[in-house]
Structure formats: structure tokens, C-alpha cells
């Protein structure tokens, strides 16, 4: 087996203290099993056994730093050679918090934010008060996090899309953020998969002016030329051209790239992609390397080989260029 994972992401718990419009995690209130962090430490002890020093691990969630040991397993990952990232909401991020993610030696910390409009923000999220909470995260970090590269990613909504570029200006001439990036809108997360689910009950979200939408792509791929903390790839802000005009064909030449992920669920369990069937679970002491390689994740590799779906993963968390030289 040569295929190597490519991308990892623990989405290390499901709470979550926001309300945001386009996630309704936080209506889910029952209790679950989380994996102990002794046994995510034997997870990614393995796991680098399949990669390469600085391959990233992404903490995600819910809110990933409601999970007690994550700032250990961000230290674990760091000293084993992993670079970490963790996104975050912001809304734990005090002094205290602040000075803890220092100490665990974190690479990279991605803020929601999808306005600089304090109102927009707080709409978007379902809580007063988080976009000032994101504000003095963003403080907090600079102050005590000197090698934790700060950026903060936004959602291209039909609500936000007038003030996204305001935002970029704020961002690119903050010289306490290191990188801006954008996302592009999907169906909320657990809500039953809808086709077409951009014309149902939750069309709220999505663009209406496509043109407009485009426009603003266009143009952040303008600012990019001249403004290298906007990290977004060029191809992937092509993709988003392409699923705004058509959000029902798919965005990808070739095939969905998954085949290379690893995810974790809250509860432990191991997919390469979640629409297709789990391939162990952490809990039970299930070992990536035996995992990655056996029938059933080959089995597994042949329906994302055949999946045309324009998924969250696919376009905001691992898009990678159909082509042989990957245009940045
Ligand atoms: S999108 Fe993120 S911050 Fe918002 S409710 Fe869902 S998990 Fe929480
Ligand atoms: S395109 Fe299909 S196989 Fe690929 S990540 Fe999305 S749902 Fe999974």
C-alpha cells in the first residue's frame, strides 16, 4: 500500500455552546462515550507511523477546546512531530486559556469569523456576545501565543456576503492574524442529508446573486496576488465558482481525494470519509496502520472513487487540485 494519509481530522467532541445558523450540533444533548486521551495518544502514535514530520492533525469539533485533555494531545501531537491545529469558535479563549494553548506548543489556531460586523456575527452564530469574545481571543493569543500562527476562516453566506470584503481589509491589515480564509456554505451539520438542500428549507444560506458571489471570489483572487495571508488555494476558490453556479455538479475532474483522510469521531470511531462505513474505533484499541491498509478501507476507497458529491469535506476541508502541478 503506497497511498499515504494526506489529512487528518479528530473532531475530538460534538459540544458546543453556540448556536450558529448553519450548525445545530448543540440541539444534540445526549450524553456520549468520548475516547480517554490516553487512548487518542495511542492513535496518534500510530498514526505517525504512517506519515511524515509536520503532518497536520486538526482538532475540530463542536468546539474543540470543551474537550478537557485536547491541549495535551495538541502537546503529545507537537512533540511527536505532528503540526496541530485546532478551530475554534473563540468563546473559552480568556487569559488563562490563552496562556494554556502557549504552553501546549500549538501550531495554528482557525477563529470563526464571518463578519466584522459585531451584529452579523452574532446573528450568523446564535449568540450575543461571540464576536466580541473572538475579538479579545484574537488579544489573548497574540499576547501569550508568540509561535501559534493566528487566522481566522469565514463562511461565504447569502447574510455575510456583502461585508466579506471589510473583512478581508480588517484582516489583511491586522497584524496580529497571520491568515484569513473562507468556507463555503453547506447543508448545517446534523440535519438528514437533502438533496438539492440549497432550494429546501434551509436556502437562507445559500447566495442568491450568483453573479455577486462569483464576483467576490474574483476578487479575492485578485487580493491574493497581493496579500499572502489569504492562504485559501487558487483552485479551491475556482471550486467554489463552480459549486455557486452549479452546486449540483461536481466541483472535481477526477475523483473525490478522501481516499487520503482520516477521521475521528466524537466517539472514536475511524472513517476515511463518514457517508461510507467506519473502519474501527479508537476505544477498542484499533490500530491505523492494520486499519488504513486493510480490505475494508480498499473497500471504502472504491465508492469515494465513485462519489460525486460536493461535500464539506471535499470543498472547505481537504480540496486538492484535479491537476499534476497544484496552482497556489
Ligand atoms: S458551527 Fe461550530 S461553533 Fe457553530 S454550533 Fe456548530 S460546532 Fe458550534
Ligand atoms: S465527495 Fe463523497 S466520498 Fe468524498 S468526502 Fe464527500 S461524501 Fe465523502
Redesign the pocket.
Known amino acids: 500500500m503506497d497511498i499515504k494519509p494526506g489529512f487528518c481530522c479528530l473532531g475530538i467532541t460534538d459540544k458546543?455552546m453556540?448556536?450558529?445558523q448553519?450548525?445545530y450540533?448543540?440541539q444534540d444533548k445526549e450524553a456520549q462515550n468520548y475516547p480517554t486521551v490516553e487512548q487518542y495518544k495511542k492513535f496518534l502514535s500510530e498514526l505517525r507511523e504512517l506519515v511524515d514530520e509536520g503532518f497536520r492533525i486538526n482538532f475540530g469539533?463542536?468546539?474543540a477546546l470543551l474537550f478537557e485533555g485536547v491541549l495535551d494531545l495538541v502537546r503529545f501531537s507537537v512533540d511527536k512531530g505532528f503540526s496541530a491545529n485546532i478551530a475554534s469558535?473563540g468563546w473559552l479563549i480568556n487569559e488563562q486559556m490563552a496562556q494554556r494553548i502557549a504552553d501546549s506548543g500549538l501550531n495554528e489556531i482557525n477563529l470563526?469569523l464571518d463578519s466584522i460586523d459585531e451584529s452579523t456575527h452574532d446573528y450568523l452564530?446564535g449568540v450575543k456576545g461571540v464576536y466580541r469574545r473572538v475579538m479579545s481571543a484574537i488579544e489573548y493569543l497574540n499576547k501569550y501565543s508568540k509561535n501559534t500562527r493566528i487566522g481566522v476562516c469565514c463562511v461565504i453566506y447569502d447574510y455575510n456576503l456583502d461585508g466579506l470584503l471589510p473583512l478581508i481589509d480588517w484582516a489583511v491589515n491586522n497584524d496580529k492574524l497571520s491568515s484569513i480564509s473562507f468556507m463555503a456554505p453547506m447543508q448545517p451539520?446534523n440535519t438528514g442529508v437533502e438533496k438539492e438542500w440549497w432550494e429546501g428549507k434551509y436556502n437562507f444560506l445559500w447566495p442568491k446573486d450568483t453573479d455577486k458571489a462569483c464576483r467576490f471570489i474574483d476578487k479575492v483572487l485578485e487580493l491574493k496576488k497581493i496579500h499572502s495571508k489569504i492562504g485559501i488555494p487558487v483552485v479551491q476558490l475556482e471550486a467554489f465558482k463552480h459549486y455557486f453556479r452549479c452546486p449540483d455538479k461536481f466541483v472535481k475532474k477526477t475523483k473525490c481525494n478522501l481516499d487520503r483522510a482520516v477521521h475521528v469521531s466524537a466517539v472514536g470511531d475511524i472513517f476515511l470519509c463518514f457517508r461510507w462505513d467506519r473502519l474501527g474505533n479508537i476505544k477498542n484499541g484499533d490500530d491505523i496502520r492494520e486499519l488504513w491498509q486493510s480490505g475494508r478501507a480498499n473497500d471504502v476507497r472504491k465508492n469515494i472513487g465513485n462519489c460525486k458529491d460536493n461535500c464539506h469535506f471535499l470543498l472547505n476541508c481537504f480540496f486538492e487540485s484535479d491537476y499534476p502541478f497544484a496552482l497556489v
Do not use: A, D, F, P
Open positions: 458546543c453556540l448556536k450558529c448553519m450548525c450540533k448543540w469539533g463542536g468546539e469558535n470563526s452564530r451539520n
